[in-house]
């Protein structure tokens, strides 16, 4: 005979509520959903939002500021959806991916209300968010220095400003993602140049068309616990660089390396 015990008992209780709920959510209105205990609703929150089932409505009466983590790639957002989130105070991690393509509705604005309320955000993703700007990510970098994750790819609009707030203010930075944005190797050099360079251990630059050698030789350079390093699809990234990390490559742990020589 198979005997469960009191917390299976609880897990298997609790994942029904949650599976009940979630199935009958448009039942709930605002009234039913506040008064949700916290713990649910961050669960809530997470179930609803993967199965792509959460409305704008429901997301602004289930968040609440004891959030952590907040996973929002796979859910229609609108001009008011970051307004709603920056009520969240103690969130750490944020990601706003564009999972299929460009996403229009989050900008400068919006992630400016984010960077000025959520200051313990460790962890931000902004992947193919087009309209974002560097006054954002400036806004961000400036208020958020706890940052040690932050990916900016196919944020075609940025430039070396961004690049340089989060060097300035974001000492903790250990993974970067700037590919397809606009940086060159003037942003590169004061990344390089930052109290993050020691501690940096990845970084995307694929399609950065203004990044060349030189960058790639000063990061391998300043960076000694570098170890995922992507430059594919660069232009002015010449063979000098696979000759450079041919001779620094016994420094570092290299786990990938992805690059185009043209």
Same mark, same amino acid.
């Given at each position: 005979?198979?005997?469960?015990?009191?917390?299976?008992?609880?897990?298997?209780?609790?994942?029904?509520?949650?599976?009940?709920?979630?199935?009958?959510?448009?039942?709930?209105?605002?009234?039913?959903?506040?008064?949700?205990?916290?713990?649910?609703?961050?669960?809530?929150?997470?179930?609803?939002?993967?199965?792509?089932?959460?409305?704008?409505?429901?997301?602004?009466?289930?968040?609440?500021?004891?959030?952590?983590?907040?996973?929002?790639?796979?859910?229609?957002?609108?001009?008011?959806?970051?307004?709603?989130?920056?009520?969240?105070?103690?969130?750490?991690?944020?990601?706003?991916?564009?999972?299929?393509?460009?996403?229009?509705?989050?900008?400068?604005? %919006?992630?400016?209300?984010? @960077?000025? &309320? /959520?200051?313990? +955000?460790?962890?931000?993703? !902004?992947?193919? =968010?087009? #309209?974002? $700007?560097?006054? %954002?990510?400036?806004?961000? @970098?400036? &208020? /958020?220095?706890? +940052?040690?994750?932050?990916? !900016?790819?196919? =944020?075609? #609009?940025? $430039?070396?400003?961004?690049?340089?707030?989060? @060097?300035?203010? /974001?000492?903790? +930075?250990?993974?970067?993602?700037?590919?397809?944005?606009?940086?060159?190797?003037?942003?590169?050099?004061?990344?390089?140049?930052?109290?993050?360079?020691? +501690?940096?251990?990845?970084?995307?630059?694929?399609?950065?068309?203004?990044?060349?050698?030189?960058?790639?030789?000063?990061?391998?350079?300043?960076?000694?616990?570098?170890?995922?390093?992507?430059?594919?699809?660069?232009?002015?990234?010449?063979?000098?660089?696979?000759?450079?990390?041919?001779?620094?490559?016994?420094?570092?742990?290299?786990?990938?390396?992805?690059?185009?020589?043209?």
């Amino acid at each position: 005979m198979n005997f469960i015990s009191s917390q299976e008992r609880v897990d298997r209780l609790l994942s029904y509520c949650l599976q009940s709920i979630a199935k009958h959510i448009d039942r709930f209105n605002a009234d039913n959903l506040v008064q949700i205990p916290l713990f649910l609703k961050t669960l809530l929150i997470d179930l609803l939002t993967k199965r792509g089932t959460l409305s704008s409505s429901q997301l602004q009466w289930l968040l609440h500021a004891g959030i952590q983590s907040l996973d929002l790639s796979s859910f229609e957002m609108d001009a008011e959806t970051l307004g709603i989130v920056s009520i969240c105070v103690a969130l750490e991690k944020l990601d706003l991916n564009a999972n299929k393509s460009e996403r229009v509705e989050v900008d400068s604005e %919006g992630l400016k209300r984010v @960077a000025t &309320n /959520c200051k313990r +955000l460790r962890w931000i993703s !902004l992947r193919r =968010c087009v #309209r974002v $700007t560097d006054d %954002g990510v400036q806004e961000l @970098a400036r &208020n /958020c220095r706890l +940052l040690n994750t932050v990916n !900016l790819g196919g =944020c075609t #609009r940025l $430039t070396d400003a961004s690049l340089i707030a989060l @060097a300035e203010h /974001c000492p903790r +930075l250990k993974s970067l993602n700037v590919s397809k944005t606009q940086v060159t190797d003037a942003g590169i050099r004061r990344l390089c140049e930052s109290p993050a360079a020691p +501690l940096l251990t990845e970084i995307h630059l694929e399609g950065c068309e203004h990044v060349t050698d030189e960058s790639i030789e000063l990061l391998l350079r300043t960076c000694p616990q570098l170890n995922f390093i992507l430059f594919h699809n660069c232009p002015n990234v010449t063979s000098q660089s696979r000759l450079a990390l041919q001779q620094l490559r016994d420094g570092h742990q290299l786990r990938q390396l992805s690059w185009t020589v043209y």
